[in-house]
């Protein structure tokens, strides 16, 4: 049976049953072709399951007794031509058109309408439907039932060819290219694994196709802020200072403020003065020689000027009586002369009363100092110790260490001290200005014995010429008197006479001090304006 399209005569020619142009009624009248299709319309077969018989229909359309034998037999193209189906149904004694109802038993001729076999005719009557799936029939796909078109039975007794089997296709030409590209990809890691094995060294670790990648992408800006931020800004105002006086040598650093002039540690450049040489090297490791405009041996602090400055900004000055414990703060030098090192801290303390050098030499140094936990070493004196907006707050000039070797020098123990800037700023201010800073005084002696709280004013004269308390000083302004015992100063209570020198030394001239003090079991408060000390051969504590 195929799709081809016939006429109505050569359908009602070949077929041994009903064409589907035709009515059920076996008239001839023909129903209308679908509008989508070239031939006629043919039902396909229902299967049942193996083993079930088809229903019988309950009822056939009886006509003439050939509606469902097919053509006349002088019309049709098989058989013997004279042999009449009437003719053959009254041989096996059957009334005229009577047709068989039902499928016919499994095995038997079902062609024959009959119903009964049928060996010496090629003669097949067509059903109402088509034959039922022999049982136990597995596999045998859709086109196993004879063609229901046709009536003249197989191998070639004159009924239309079967339906040629489907033809298999092969593999498209996508699934080609995608099966060769994934084949081509498992060949090149095969091959890839297999060089790899070839070419490593065995058991040396050396991995020739080992690499860790490219670095990732990045910025180096940093918010100003940030600890990098601030020594971006700070830096190109930094010094290091080589000194080289007679014998001796020493190096420190300094930074640069308005007029072109460095801020120093007087330690640092005492070998250069008076004929000693002092080179200065700037951020941009520029370097120039420099002169001493000052020093102040009691401050520990000194100017000088370099010969150029090559550009280079000047730097900010904070105040220091706005700064408090805790605060972040970043200290900048040449730590045994490692230029431009950067380290971070804290403010750990403050007012803490620090003697540098020798008591009652020439170096003797007295410091209300600002303390930090920020890494500070030989090197880093004369540096600044900034805030995190890159101001600074103190100039680095003294550590604390647990001891010193003959010969050697101790490092830092996180115990930092720095000249509080606003003494910084006076101090430098008269050395550039006069050559010499003020010392300030407010005119007592201490009594080193006295070991009770706060500090007790001597009640004895000094060394035979001294008076405890100078007369017409300041002290003595105020009404404080021999043996009275300073509780605080500006609401800090007092330790030690170290703490109260190295406040008074810290103050300037001119400034009126809160002082509370007891006398005779009684406390009682006075208001010291600050004096200035007369020019002295060497610094004495007051």
């Not at 092969?170 to 060089?195: D, E, F, K, Y």
């Amino acid at each position: 049976m195929t799709d081809d399209a016939r006429t109505t005569h050569e359908a009602h020619d070949a077929e041994g049953r009903t064409p589907s142009d035709f009515t059920d009624g076996g008239h001839g009248t023909p129903e209308p072709r679908r509008a989508d299709s070239s031939g006629p319309e043919f039902s396909r077969p229902e299967f049942l399951p193996a083993g079930e018989a088809a229903p019988f229909q309950t009822e056939q359309p009886r006509d003439d007794g050939w509606s469902q034998l097919g053509a006349q037999p002088d019309r049709s193209r098989w058989g013997r031509p004279q042999d009449h189906p009437e003719r053959l149904r009254h041989d096996e004694g059957e009334p005229p058109g009577e047709g068989v109802q039902g499928p016919a038993p499994a095995g038997e001729n079902w062609g024959d309408p009959s119903g009964r076999p049928r060996y010496d005719t090629a003669i097949f009557a067509s059903q109402a439907g088509p034959p039922p799936p022999p049982a136990q029939a597995f596999g045998m796909g859709p086109g196993w039932a004879p063609p229901p078109g046709g009536s003249g039975g197989y191998g070639g007794f004159g009924g239309p060819p079967p339906a040629p089997a489907p033809v298999r296709r092969g593999p498209r030409t996508a699934t080609l290219a995608i099966l060769a590209v994934v084949i081509a990809l498992l060949a090149s890691t095969l091959g890839s694994v297999g060089t790899y094995l070839l070419t490593k060294p065995a058991g040396s670790g050396r991995d020739p196709s080992f690499s860790l990648g490219g670095a990732p992408t990045g910025s180096n800006v940093r918010p100003p802020e940030s600890v990098a931020g601030v020594a971006s800004k700070v830096l190109p105002s930094v010094v290091s200072l080589a000194v080289e006086g007679g014998a001796s040598s020493s190096t420190g650093s300094g930074f640069l403020i308005k007029g072109g002039y460095v801020v120093t540690n007087n330690h640092v450049v005492a070998n250069a003065d008076p004929s000693g040489q002092i080179q200065i090297q700037f951020n941009n490791r520029k370097s120039t020689s420099a002169v001493v405009v000052g020093r102040d041996p009691e401050s520990d602090l000194a100017v000088v000027k370099p010969a150029e400055t090559f550009g280079a900004p000047e730097i900010t000055l904070g105040n220091s009586d706005n700064v408090v414990v805790g605060d972040p703060v970043i200290a900048i030098g040449s730590p045994l002369g490692l230029t431009g090192t950067v380290t971070s801290g804290i403010v750990s303390s403050l007012n803490r009363p620090v003697q540098a050098g020798e008591e009652n030499s020439s170096d003797t140094t007295w410091l209300s100092a600002v303390q930090t936990d920020a890494a500070i070493n030989p090197g880093n004196s004369g540096g600044p110790l900034v805030n995190v907006n890159g101001e600074v707050i103190g100039v680095n000039s003294a550590i604390a260490t647990l001891g010193r070797s003959v010969g050697g020098q101790s490092g830092s123990i996180g115990l930092g001290f720095a000249i509080p800037v606003n003494h910084a700023r006076r101090v430098a201010q008269e050395l550039i200005t006069t050559g010499k800073a003020k010392k300030s005084r407010i005119g007592v002696a201490i009594d080193p014995t006295y070991q009770g709280v706060g500090v007790r004013i001597a009640t004895e004269p000094r060394q035979g010429a001294q008076q405890p308390v100078e007369p017409n000083g300041p002290a003595a302004q105020a009404g404080l008197k021999p043996g009275d015992v300073i509780l605080e100063v500006e609401g800090v209570v007092l330790q030690d006479g170290n703490e109260l020198i190295a406040m008074i030394r810290n103050r300037a001239p001119g400034e009126k001090l809160s002082i509370k003090y007891q006398r005779g079991g009684q406390e009682k408060t006075a208001i010291v304006t600050v004096g200035t000390a007369p020019d002295l051969p060497s610094p004495r504590p007051s």
